[in-house]
């Protein structure tokens, strides 16, 4: 993995490889500040994830939960169904709203991601808030929305693919 900086400005952009598998994600300036490899990239592990701070692992621990773990096997995160839990307590909400115009959110506004269209499995564009970028924490947490965008991505496509009878 490369040289991975902290995002600086808006917007953060994921692009996909390799079968939607591998994940980059850019800030405003181009800077790459996330590398991940997802689902068969990263097994067992559900995803694993590098930024500034090292490299990150998530694992499915129950049917609806996911822990995520630092470089050095610390608990950094829990995410269940709808939240984002970070290892000092703070929880941010995690929705996404809309049909074919699909936002996903984290927090009150930190991110707002839209898939890029067409075909809508190859990213999303990511505004983030000014309160987004002055955390200390921003990198971990657009690792995991882009990660978490990118999982809600393939899900609804895999849905509307299975309601249109493909």
Excluded: C
Aim: aromatic share 6%; glycine share 10%; net charge positive.
């Amino acid at each position: 993995m490369s040289d991975l900086a902290l995002p600086a400005s808006s917007p953060l952009t994921g692009s996909t490889r390799k079968k939607r598998r591998l994940l980059t994600l850019t800030d405003g300036s181009g800077a790459t500040v996330a590398e991940a490899r997802l689902g068969k990239e990263a097994t067992p592990a559900a995803a694993i994830f590098a930024i500034a701070g090292g490299e990150h692992r998530i694992e499915r621990t129950d049917r609806a939960e996911y822990t995520v773990t630092g470089p050095s096997g610390e608990h950094v995160a829990v995410y269940r169904k709808k939240a984002l839990t970070l290892a000092d307590g703070e929880v941010l909400e995690w929705h996404s709203s809309g049909f074919a115009g699909t936002r996903f959110r984290l927090g009150e506004n930190l991110w707002v991601a839209k898939p890029r269209w067409p075909p809508p499995l190859r990213g999303f564009r990511a505004e983030v808030s000014p309160a987004f970028l002055a955390r200390e924490d921003r990198a971990l947490l657009a690792a995991l929305a882009g990660i978490l965008t990118q999982w809600g991505i393939e899900t609804e496509a895999a849905m509307e693919q299975i309601g249109s009878g493909g």
